[in-house]
């Protein structure tokens, strides 16, 4: 493989240091992705990123990368998908067949960054992006995994933030609800454990998942 060239070496130097998102030119990308330096993610907004041969050129180089916004949450061809956080007020846009074709797209999408941007192309374990959008990844992980999200009428799973740093807290109003959100998330890579809830006016209060996406 042919070392990058001077301008080639200043796009890589200047990637993301935690997604390895590149900016440039179309033409300076696209060679990029012909030297196997970078690649283009399939889902839009098709932006680029570092491979692991960019990333090892990056740390043989380099200056100090001036960090960039990390990448926008994976998406179906229509743009607008959005993991369910059992949070919403309003059903989803595509219910049923529709809704679960998102659903896997969406979570394609985000196995395929994995592999691209973990440095070790793992696909086992969550990238940058997860740990930065740590409320949508978890709910995409269990929406995926066929967990049901509460929603207009109905109970599931809740997902929200904590002040744990690279942690969100999984609810669910049955016993059986909570496993089956730990297992999957588990399964996604993730790290859970699970906790009691205060007590509340004497009575013990209900039990929630802590879950983190693992590192190694």
Avoid at 158 to 184: F, K, L
Wanted: proline letters at 13%.
């Amino acid at each position: 493989m042919k070392p990058p060239t001077a301008a080639q070496r200043r796009i890589i130097e200047a990637a993301d240091p935690g997604t390895g998102r590149l900016s440039g030119s179309e033409a300076q990308l696209t060679g990029l992705v012909r030297a196997r330096l970078a690649f283009r993610h399939p889902r839009p907004p098709h932006a680029f990123f570092l491979t692991p041969a960019g990333h090892r050129a990056r740390d043989e180089g380099a200056a100090p990368a001036a960090p960039e916004p990390p990448p926008p949450a994976p998406a179906p061809a229509s743009g607008v998908f959005a993991a369910r956080t059992g949070t919403e007020t309003e059903p989803p846009a595509a219910e049923g067949p529709t809704r679960a074709r998102e659903v896997r797209g969406a979570w394609e999408g985000l196995v395929e960054l994995r592999r691209m941007t973990n440095a070790d192309g793992a696909r086992d374990r969550p990238c940058a992006w997860e740990r930065t959008h740590l409320v949508q990844a978890a709910a995409l992980a269990l929406e995926a995994a066929g967990c049901r999200p509460a929603g207009p009428g109905h109970d599931g799973y809740r997902v929200a933030g904590t002040p744990q740093p690279e942690a969100v807290a999984v609810r669910d109003p049955t016993p059986e609800g909570i496993r089956g959100c730990a297992a999957a998330l588990e399964r996604a890579g993730w790290q859970v454990s699970e906790h009691a809830e205060p007590r509340s006016g004497g009575r013990p209060g209900g039990r929630y998942v802590l879950a983190s996406p693992r590192r190694t």
